[in-house]
């Protein structure tokens, strides 16, 4: 109980960084692929970062960065996407000084490669994998490398916690006082990503959810990179309890998504080989 108020008061100092402004959330949506774009910003230094940005809407999102007064640090990937190209690389061109980050386990191309523990600031907060937490600069200064998150009160940050199983490379961005949870494709409200393709393992993906993702407190927000559903957020009490596939046993999860018999994505062929180069680097027009 006493653990309980803690936190709550752990977390309220925390999303206020200890100086009254609270992190800056936009939740924007791509229908084609039916993707969610996060744009997550710091109110008082005003740097940014956008993760699971859409070639297509880049743009827009670059506007409305530009308008909001932000700047954008980082365009960061879940993992190497194969229903959609990744904005990452046009919004380095749209947005000079934006770096594209991607897992180092994806394979893919990008300005920095994350691993589980990494964590990635902005402003007062910042953004740590849940499995792989280590920045590495591939071609820049590694001006972000940070040792593992440090407990801190007033300090916000997202920890990478790698979620292996859609893809390999898959991880799950946790703001880091554990309040919102940005799960890609590992997890989707009362559902998952497949594991048909990109050496997918349902195995894998169900640990991953258990290990990673449902052992966040219970009122963590989550939000996927898709809904097909019209849904938008859901918590991980939510899924822990409601999610068809993921209160299964291990073995039963694994069965039904050995038959799912989904068609494949409309853009695959041509989204995963650009995505390994980290998408369209300039405009087109
Ligand atoms: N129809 C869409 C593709 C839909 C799809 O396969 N979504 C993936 C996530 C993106 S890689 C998925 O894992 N879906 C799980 C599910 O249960 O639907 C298209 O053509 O783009
Ligand atoms: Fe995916």
Redesign the pocket.
């Known amino acids: 109980m006493a653990e309980a108020v803690l936190r709550v008061a752990r977390r309220q100092l925390s999303q206020r960084g200890g100086s009254g402004a609270p992190i800056l959330l936009r939740q924007m949506f791509e229908p084609v692929?039916?993707t969610f774009t996060y744009l997550l910003g710091d109110r008082e230094s005003r740097e940014a970062v956008l993760i699971d940005p859409v070639l297509e809407t880049a743009p827009r999102d670059a506007q409305l960065i530009k308008e909001l007064g932000l700047r954008l640090l980082y365009a960061v990937n879940t993992h190497c996407?194969?229903?959609?190209i990744t904005g990452s690389g046009l919004l380095r061109s749209l947005l000079p000084g934006c770096q594209s980050v991607i897992s180092r386990l994806s394979g893919a191309q990008a300005d920095l490669h994350i691993e589980d523990g990494d964590s990635i600031r902005f402003g007062r907060f910042r953004l740590s994998l849940a499995v792989l937490l280590r920045l590495v600069s591939n071609s820049r200064p590694q001006a972000t490398l940070l040792p593992r998150p440090p407990k801190v009160l007033g300090l916000q940050a997202l920890e990478t916690r790698a979620s292996p199983g859609?893809t390999p490379g898959c991880v799950t961005f946790v703001l880091n006082d554990h309040s919102m949870a940005f799960t890609g494709?590992a997890l989707?409200i009362r559902?998952?990503?497949?594991t048909d393709f990109q050496q997918g393992c349902a195995k894998t993906l169900y640990h991953s959810v258990h290990e990673k993702i449902f052992t966040l407190p219970g009122d963590c927000l989550i939000y996927p990179?898709?809904d097909?559903h019209g849904f938008t957020v859901s918590t991980v009490e939510e899924e822990r309890t409601l999610n068809p596939r993921l209160t299964l046993s291990c073995e039963e999860f694994v069965k039904i998504m050995g038959n799912?018999n989904?068609?494949?994505?409309?853009?695959i062929d041509f989204a995963v080989p650009a995505n390994m180069r980290c998408g369209v680097q300039t405009p087109t027009a």
Not at 81 to 84: G, K, L, N, R, V
Not at 191 to 194: A, E, H
């Open positions: 692929s039916c996407h194969a229903d959609h859609h494709d989707l559902g998952c990503g497949r990179a898709h097909y799912l989904l068609p494949k994505p409309q853009q």
